[in-house]
């Protein structure tokens, strides 16, 4: 079981106090060792960030945690492998170029049996199922969408997009658990087959509090009335902030901090968490429960 996390927003915003809590998850409070990857959408530009090693351990992870990189869309992973090798080839969020935009996308799940046929110019790079699955839905929405030129007619927007990803995310989770994060930095669409959480933000923003570690940020002096804040995750962030779980086979689109668009497929079922085989060992640290950990969690930016 991998963990992901994504925000979108409808005015630049960093995402490090988030971050961190979730970057704890990768080796001090959870066993999501076998890499981790962030993205963030700047302008035009995406910067992807990737490594395979714990996050928790991580220089990297250690300074994104400081830096505040300013996004709109920012999607992030926490790996604890069950198919393909730890290497970074492997590591989510995956990206590729279609009609002009950078798409990037993060899975936790599990597919079983899942060799779909790939006749387009899209290949995985790694071993895992999660990048073959991402491959496999930009073929198809291309095919979907083969009529539309970049010299000649805009990108398809959320609207048309959306109800083509539910359709094939719902094809894609007959093989197990599908949950994910996609973004072409527009617009973010998520997909829940077992286990997903979102939390909307907005004024009067409230006092949170991390879960995964002894800190609390005043949301409202970080942000304006006018601010909104989506985040997305495996599981809850914060203490006392109401996350909301979404079903088994609901999609959800997000653009500008708040949701656009939504579809429930009742034919999707949840599968059992799959074991992690070809991992790292992981032992919970002995100072998990303390606030004297690594650097990564102080000094801690925005």
């Known amino acids: 079981m991998c963990q992901l996390l994504g925000m979108n927003c409808n005015s630049d915003a960093a995402i490090t106090f988030s971050f961190t809590g979730f970057a704890a998850r990768g080796g001090r409070t959870a066993e999501h060792i076998d890499g981790w990857g962030m993205a963030f959408y700047e302008r035009s530009g995406c910067r992807v960030f990737h490594d395979d090693q714990p996050a928790s351990e991580s220089p990297l992870a250690e300074f994104l945690s400081r830096y505040p990189i300013k996004s709109r869309i920012v999607i992030a992973h926490l790996r604890r492998a069950t198919q393909g090798g730890v290497t970074l080839s492997n590591c989510h969020p995956f990206q590729r170029e279609w009609l002009g935009q950078t798409w990037v996308f993060a899975n936790n799940g599990d597919l079983k049996d899942f060799q779909p046929v790939l006749d387009g110019p899209y290949r995985p790079v790694g071993s895992t199922d999660s990048e073959r699955a991402f491959c496999w839905l930009l073929q198809e929405l291309r095919k979907r969408f083969a009529d539309r030129d970049l010299d000649r007619d805009q990108p398809p927007s959320w609207r048309e997009l959306a109800p083509h990803v539910a359709q094939l995310s719902e ?13 072409n930095g527009a617009a973010l669409y998520t997909h829940c087959s077992s286990r997903l959480q979102v939390l909307q933000r907005r004024h009067p923003f409230p006092m949170a509090r ?8 005043d949301l409202s002096a970080m942000n304006g009335a006018d601010d909104r804040i989506v985040l997305v995750a495996t599981d809850p962030l914060t203490a006392d902030e109401a996350w909301q779980p979404l079903s088994t086979g609901e999609c959800r689109v997000f653009v500008d901090g708040e949701e656009v668009w939504r579809d429930v497929n009742p034919a999707t079922r949840a599968f059992p968490i799959a074991t992690a085989t ?6 919970q640290p002995r100072w998990a429960g303390s606030s004297a950990w ?5 000094d801690i930016a925005v």
Do not use: E, K
């Open 171 to 183: 094809v894609i989770a007959r093989h197990g658990n599908f949950n994910f994060l996609l973004t």
């Open 294 to 298: 690594p650097m990564l969690l102080r």
């Open 210 to 217: 991390l879960i995964d570690c002894d800190m609390s940020l």
């Open 278 to 283: 070809v991992g790292r060992p992981w032992q």
